[in-house]
Structure formats: C-alpha cells, structure tokens
T-cell receptor, first 114, second 112 residues
Framework: AQSVTQLDSQVPVFEEAPVELRCNYSSSVSVYLFWYVQYPNQGLQLLLK??????LVKGINGFEAEFNKSQTSFHLRKPSVHISDTAEYFC????????????FGTGTLLAVQP | DAGVIQSPRHEVTEMGQEVTLRCKPISGHDYLFWYRQTMMRGLELLIYFNNNVPIDDSGMPEDRFSAKMPNASFSTLKIQPSEPRDSAVYFC??????????FGSGTRLTVV
C-alpha cells in the first residue's frame, strides 16, 4: 500500500528566506507525486506534479520539487518566500495507472513571518 | 471553465437530520472523488467514481454515508442521520486520468 509522510507539521520561516518542505513516500509500484497548497478556507490547488522524466519539477508561484527515487523523497523548495505563501502544503502519491487514487500526507503549515 | 462546483458552501444542521452535499465536476473529467478533512484525521478519501461508476467506497465511514453519481455532471454525498462527529469540510475533486485533481471549494458541515 502507498503512503506519504510529511514529518514537519509546521515550518516557520522569515520572509525572503529559502524553505524546504519534506515529503517521503512508500510504494511498491511506480508512483506519481504531487504537491498541493491550501489557503485558509479554500480548496486544494495543484502546485506541481511528477509523472515521469526530469526529476526536477517546477510548479507555480516559484516552487519546485525534486524526485529522489533512492531516498523515496519528493521535497518541495522555494528560494525566497513571501508572506502570501503562508498556507498548508500537502504532498500526495498515486499509482496512476491502476486506480488514479491520491493518498495525501498530513500536511505542513508554512508560516511566513515578516 | 468554472472549476469544480460544490454546494452549499456552509451547512449547519441538527443531529439526526439528513444532509445532502452536491458536486458538479469539470466537464470531460472522468474521475470524481469525495474527501473529508478534519483536524484530527486530515484528508480522508471517502469514495471515488470512474465514468459515473463507484470504484472504491472503502473510505465511507458508516452506512449512514452514501454517494451517487447519476450522470457525468453531478454527484451527491448524503449523510442520514447526521451526527456531531460528521462535522468537517467535505471536498469534491475531479480529474482526467493522471493530470492531477481539481478540487472544489468545499462544504463546511456543522452538526449540532
């Protein structure tokens, strides 16, 4: 069975500093990986996805993530955060071809301080 | 494209009452998912459909929960009777194969 672990429930960071949100997954089959962002009182919005090809994936709002198969990780990074990046970030895994079912991590709250 | 549309945005009901949540997926999407979000449990997949057919309902917590998708443009999630522990935000999402889900804005359900 697939699972996703987001070890950090909250990451405080100062504005304009770099940030990394960690995500590790477990799966016995090929995986497809996603990062979603949820702003307060809103639904989830797709940030980026890895399906195949280049292991470095670029998404919206200046975020990027790197797929590392040997470490079973898919960490999300941004070189310089803004106050407006304050939100909950969810990592998710899917086996794509079999069920297209997304399994979400528990989320990481990115709290950007001035 | 109006995105995934959920109604109502907020619902307050008394324990024991029937609650119906509605979802209109994006036209052309062949998958539809219902999720529940709570502080304690995070995002839980309740049920999902492929081409209007329920594929996996193993996440539906109890027989009080039921979901239907009578056609490609409409789905409902019903709770009967509702209980306070059903209070949560319920999300509907749709997708076309592997292209990532599009979520609705959610329905915040409060059962008092």
């Amino acid at each position: 069975a697939q699972s996703v672990t987001q070890l950090d429930s909250q990451v405080p960071v100062f504005e304009e500093a770099p940030v990394e949100l960690r995500c590790n997954y477990s799966s016995s089959v090929s995986v497809y990986l996603f990062w979603y962002v949820q702003y307060p009182n809103q639904g989830l919005q797709l940030l980026l996805k890895y399906l195949s090809g280049s292991t470095l994936v670029k998404g919206i709002n200046g975020f990027e993530a790197e797929f590392n198969k040997s470490q079973t990780s898919f960490h999300l990074r941004k070189p310089s955060v803004h106050i407006s990046d304050t939100a909950e970030y969810f990592c998710a895994v899917s086996d794509g071809g079999a069920t297209n079912k997304l399994i979400f991590g528990t989320g990481t709250l990115l709290a950007v301080q001035p | 494209d109006a995105g995934v549309i959920q109604s109502p945005r907020h619902e307050v009901t008394e324990m024991g009452q029937e609650v119906t949540l509605r979802c209109k997926p994006i036209s052309g999407h062949d998958y539809l998912f219902w999720y529940r979000q709570t502080m304690m449990r995070g995002l839980e997949l309740l049920i999902y459909f492929n081409n209007n057919v329920p594929i996996d309902d193993s996440g539906m917590p109890e027989d009080r929960f039921s979901a239907k998708m009578p056609n490609a443009s409409f789905s409902t999630l019903k709770i009967q009777p509702s209980e306070p522990r059903d209070s949560a935000v319920y999300f509907c999402a749709s997708s076309l194969a592997l292209y990532g889900y599009t979520f609705g804005s959610g329905t915040r359900l409060t059962v008092v």
